[in-house]
């Protein structure tokens, strides 16, 4: 027991104080998580929208996550990762207040593209702001720190959203925006006189010329690392009817009140907080980057096919914890893989890129997600979505070794 509580402990150590204040930020950021997860039964449930219709403004969300993490990427490598996280968090605010007073198709369509474009800009400027705050050998572990940051946000988000929506839909919306708007606060001071001395340093430091630089790769040219961003967005297609399908099959089918459905999801983000960094910890010791991402997808696979299994409330816990470890195996590495293809100046782009094909699975999980329960039921979802992540898994183990 004492030896796996030095090895937890020792999965925080060598961290910088700059990625602990990053993830401190991404923490006050998602604990305002509340309106993604209860969009499909907002619009189901105060809006009258059928399932069809919610497949729809779930896809506008995934189009806007395409277009915010693509520029979000270009306009890193071109003003930086501080002004980029600065501007989407500041602007994210007002634009969660005014969403509720959307409520048509074609209009909450339009604002969720607006927002999500603006939401998912922050993306790849953080995920670079980690990296250059990260030892080289540490990368993972900053990532997962940030990622932890992330799920102890999203085990109180929705547990807190699940209360608000039970008084009120619009409350969500006004917590999210709180939430972001303080988030924008923390971040200004936190890292305000860390950029203005690292732009000092860029004015003093000596210029090189190009051919003392690595050559640098185009992303979207980089055939390998293509593919490897076609399986992650495979792997998001079904890694997203967390947040599209799953909400609507605790209520329909579990038959699951807002409270309960806050504190399963809740039930994830804490398993992730509790386990990440010990279970990253010993991956990048005992494992290669390949075997961990094809066990981790793996164990994604088996829980989807065991939401085929009824056995309550219970059953549901235990398939959240399967999927937990799965998650805790793939989504630290990933961006580990991206990071370390790029090179010094493409960081942006390449950041950019991975993010896209997340992105890009946004716009489709939801819809075909929610066209195949309309048509086949849960049941044959689960079981293609499990069927699909194992496939998925053997093609990272064979993408991963031209990696």
């Known amino acids: 027991m004492k030896k796996l509580l030095s090895i937890y402990i020792g999965s925080f150590k060598g961290l910088s104080r700059s990625a602990w204040l990053l993830a401190i930020v991404m923490l006050i950021n998602r604990m305002g998580s509340m309106v993604i997860p209860f969009l499909g039964i907002y619009m189901t449930q105060a809006l009258n929208f059928n399932i069809k219709q919610v497949g729809l403004v779930l896809m506008c969300f995934g189009f806007g996550s395409v277009c915010g993490s693509y520029v979000g990427g270009w306009l890193t490598d071109r003003f930086g990762s501080f002004k980029v996280q600065l501007l989407s968090l500041t602007l994210a605010a007002p634009l969660f207040l005014i969403t509720p007073y959307f409520r048509t198709v074609e209009s909450l369509g339009i604002m969720i593209f607006i927002l999500s474009a603006v939401f998912d800009a922050f993306r790849p400027a953080n995920s670079v702001s980690v990296a250059s705050y990260a ?84 992303p979207y040219k980089d055939s390998p690392f293509i593919i490897f961003n076609i399986l992650c967005c495979i792997f998001s297609l079904c890694f997203f009817q967390l947040i599209s399908t799953l909400p609507i099959f605790y209520r329909e089918v579990h038959h699951l009140n807002e409270h309960e459905i806050g504190f399963l999801m809740g039930w994830s983000g804490l398993i992730i907080v509790l386990l990440e960094m010990f279970i990253v910890h010993i991956a990048e010791n005992k494992l290669t980057i390949t075997k961990t991402l094809v066990i981790g997808t793996l164990f994604c696979s088996i829980s989807y096919a065991m939401f085929n299994i009824h056995a309550g409330v219970f059953m549901l816990y235990v398939t959240f914890f399967v999927f937990g470890i799965g998650e805790m195996l793939t989504l630290p590495f990933m961006a580990t893989v991206t990071i370390n293809r790029s090179t010094a100046k493409t960081q942006g782009a390449y950041m950019g890129f991975n993010s896209l094909a997340f992105s890009a699975a946004n716009i489709f999980s939801p819809l075909l997600g929610t066209n195949i329960v309309g048509s086949f039921g849960f049941t044959t979802l689960w079981w293609a979505t499990s069927a699909v992540l194992a496939c998925t898994a053997v093609g990272f183990y064979f993408v991963l070794k031209r990696l």
């Open 135 to 218: 030892k080289p050998e540490n990368i993972t572990r900053a990532f997962s720190l940030n990622r932890l940051a992330v799920n102890l946000g999203f085990s109180i988000g929705p547990a807190v959203g699940g209360f608000l929506a039970g008084i009120s839909f619009n409350w969500i919306f006004y917590g999210n925006a709180m939430a972001a708007a303080v988030a924008a606060v923390v971040f200004f001071l936190f890292f305000y006189k860390k950029e203005k001395n690292n732009l000092k340093t860029l004015k003093t430091a000596p210029v090189t010329t190009t051919s003392q630089h690595k050559k640098e790769r185009n």
